[in-house]
């Protein structure tokens, strides 16, 4: 993937045109949207620019701002001009033995021609010695991979989709209740009432808030912390070009983490789903109990980071299917509702993708939904298979 950086002047307006909260041409006279949009997250986000791309007349929504900072999508830096949404600093994978996953990887990675190294201990010991690969028997390196900046790239599409004549919003869209039949309209908090031909609800950890009888008890939003940590003064053992996205599979308790992004500081995080938590009030501090469990890993791991400085932490969270698979399928009361979401920690990477698959669906070249990413698919129980 190419570096893509943010372009011209006319983007930093459609910028200050976002922060603002509204954007484009007002709606003309001639009647209803044809498709509205609810969430800009990175699932929402693609899915409006690419029913624009389509033709489709579009509102997007969002209750707060795209990739705000409670979002899944939120996180890193702001949108500014000319800073790159895509950081490619590799990504290592590494595993303690040669286990199944590994084998399918490479397979799955051969086959679509990416460019990938499996590196044994000694070879990944040369190549990243800042790295204690003592318990560690094979890597897989993909060097053309790195690390998004998720809230500058959100905030890029829905700029992208501004500027090219859609309409966003700021608004809080109230649950559509428990009727059934094709959906003529939604109403905002404010009371404003919104036709369209066709909804989308693209709204993260909120869509079983939305909706409770349908999808309460199949997304469970789990609250994940990640922690960001200074390395030594004048070290650049931990920058971009030395040190790459990795991810330690440790015998299935997975810790994953980024180098010093644009100074951030090394970011690492525990994989395992976290206790529930309610996006809107959930607390957003860390505990100390996580901090001392990551900080031990750090240790074992990277141990010129040992006794370094936290420089920051996060609370986000993860929306998480019961397998860990998408959820893109119509309301089964609602033919003209699509639900899409449960990104479950690892939907970021898939947007454009998730983006065009349901502009797709809605307009009609897609007849059916994928099995996997069907309601019917979706558990009550979680039993994560899907990373
Ligand atoms: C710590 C962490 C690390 C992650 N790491 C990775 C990774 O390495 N790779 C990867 O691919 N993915 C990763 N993910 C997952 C990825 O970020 C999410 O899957 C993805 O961002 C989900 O996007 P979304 O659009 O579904 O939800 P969101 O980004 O949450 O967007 C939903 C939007 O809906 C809006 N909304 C909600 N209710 C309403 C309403 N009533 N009216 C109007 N708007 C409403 C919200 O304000 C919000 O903006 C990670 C997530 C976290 C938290």
């Known amino acids: 993937m190419a570096q893509i950086t943010r372009r011209s002047a006319l983007k930093a307006g459609a910028a200050a045109t976002l922060a603002a909260g509204v954007g484009g041409p007002a709606m003309g006279a001639s009647g209803a949207w044809d498709v509205v949009v609810i969430g800009a997250g990175v699932f929402g986000a693609w899915t409006a620019r690419n029913l624009q791309r389509l033709g489709r007349r579009v509102l997007l929504l969002d209750a707060w701002a795209p990739a705000h900072a409670r979002a899944s999508s939120g996180g890193e830096s702001r949108l500014r001009a000319e800073l790159p949404l895509f950081h490619k600093s590799g990504i290592l994978f590494f595993f303690p033995t040669r286990e199944e996953y590994v084998a399918k990887t490479i397979e799955v990675h051969r086959r679509l021609k990416l460019p990938t190294a499996v590196l044994d201990r000694r070879a990944m010991r040369r190549q990243f010695p800042q790295i204690d690969f003592d318990d560690i028997e094979i890597g897989v390196y993909e060097p053309e991979f790195g690390c998004l900046m998720a809230r500058r790239a959100v905030q890029s599409v829905v700029s992208e989709f501004v500027e090219a004549g859609g309409e966003y919003r700021r608004a809080a869209v109230k649950p559509v209740g428990g009727g059934d039949g094709t959906l003529r309209r939604i109403e905002t908090s404010d009371g404003e009432k919104i036709e369209a031909g066709q909804f989308v609800f693209a ?174 698919s979706k558990g009550e129980r979680q039993d994560r298979s899907v990373h």
């Open 203 to 376: 709204c993260g950890p909120w869509l079983p808030k939305l909706f409770p009888d349908l999808l309460g008890t199949r997304i469970f939003p789990t609250r994940q912390e990640v922690f960001f940590f200074a390395p030594s003064p004048g070290d650049d053992r931990f920058s971009v070009g030395n040190f790459p996205g990795w991810a330690d599979f440790n015998g299935g308790d997975i810790y994953y983490g980024f180098p010093d992004l644009e100074g951030r500081g090394v970011k690492i995080a525990h994989d395992q789903h976290g206790p529930p938590i309610d996006p809107d009030v959930g607390d957003r501090r860390y505990t100390e109990g996580s901090l001392a469990e990551v900080r031990g890993f750090m240790e074992r791991r990277f141990p010129a980071l040992a006794g370094r400085p936290l420089n920051e932490a996060r609370v986000c969270q993860y929306e998480n299917s019961a397998n860990g698979d998408l959820l893109i399928d119509y309301h089964p009361k609602r033919p003209n509702l699509l639900l899409l979401g449960a990104g479950s920690g690892h939907g970021f990477k898939h947007g454009p993708a998730v983006g065009r698959y349901a502009a797709q669906l809605l307009t009609g070249s897609l007849p059916e939904v994928e099995p996997r990413f069907s309601l019917a």
